[in-house]
């Protein structure tokens, strides 16, 4: 599932969901438990993915939400009958509740989970990352190995790209 996941950045027709909490998109906080290669775990997220909490499906009493509900959450992120969705947590058990209201509560065919989810997809080496951060004052330019060019503002939420030829390396703003 993995380069289905690589070939969904930058397609219109394929969105990445998140599904995980804003901590742990954000790069703040990783998974809690031994991983073979702990060094190689990094936080962050795919880039381009669309964040939905998984919680947001439920109600308070943990019955997923109603179908206008739930088309009306997914649809405010991108997420419609006609694109490939691709949903991702750490190790595929909270994306399930995506890949379930999407598949089976709104029929959406093309609704996919990404099995390998962040803890594959973290420990991959070459595969782009993005962590949001806010730039440091004063605004300043970055110019990676690669010749990329990337603006740092001060306040404005930046961008870190690790390990992607086209991107920033360091907090840059794509």
Known sequence: MRDAVLASIGRPDRVLIDVRSREERDGKLKPPWTVPNPQGQ????????????????????????????????YEAHGVTP???????????????????????????????????SWLEWGTIRGVPIERLRMAAAPASLVTT??????????????????????????????
Not at 84 to 106: D, T
């Open 42 to 73: 990094r936080g962050g997220r795919i880039p381009e993915a669309s964040h939905v909490p998984w919680e947001q499906q439920l109600n308070e009493d943990g019955t997923f939400k109603s179908a206008v509900e739930l088309r009306a959450l």
């Open 82 to 116: 006609d694109k490939e969705a691709i949903s991702y947590c750490v190790i595929g058990g909270r994306s399930n509740f995506a890949w379930f209201a999407l598949s089976r509560l709104l029929g959406y065919r093309k609704a996919r989970l990404d099995d390998g």
């Open 145 to 174: 190995p690669s010749s990329y060019t990337c603006l740092l503002l001060p306040g404005i939420a930046a961008r870190t790209w690790e390990d992607d030829a086209r991107g920033c390396r360091g907090e840059g703003a794509r």
